[in-house]
């Protein structure tokens, strides 16, 4: 199992940015992918952003490519997502997940069975 806390959520006004960290410990050694995904309310949680473990591939949903970049700083065990140009639209409880899985599912929420507290993100108008 591998534990994740997530850190770096917080209040900002439209146009800002933020940067989000999730520091993984315990069996991460087995790790293939990490990703972020978020959950606004009353709705699903849905796909942000992936890195894998090793080379460092990323994916990135349509919403947030070009504004959001998540990178993984190995010797550390954490990933962060830096997010520009942040919307109202994305305000959400944003989740650190950590997975074994397939590129094939990177994006699903199937594809990862370790995950954080989530953080809130509030981006006001």
């Known amino acids: 199992q591998v534990q994740l806390i997530e850190s770096g959520g917080g209040l900002v006004q439209a146009g800002c940015s933020l940067r989000l960290s999730c520091a993984a410990s315990?069996?991460?050694?087995?790790?293939?992918?990490m990703g972020w995904f978020r959950q606004a309310p009353g709705k699903e949680r849905e796909f942000a952003a992936a890195?894998?473990?090793?080379?460092?591939?990323?994916y990135y949903a349509e919403s947030v490519k070009g504004r959001f970049t998540i990178s993984r700083n190995i010797a550390r065990k954490t990933v962060y997502l830096q997010m520009n140009s942040l919307t109202p639209e994305d305000t959400a409880v944003y989740y650190c997940a950590a997975g074994r899985g397939s590129t094939a599912r990177i994006m699903s929420t199937t594809a990862y069975d370790s995950w954080g507290q989530g953080t809130q993100v509030t981006v006001s108008t």
């Open positions: 315990g069996r991460t050694f087995s790790t293939y992918a």
């Open positions: 890195i894998t473990w090793s080379s460092g591939t990323t």
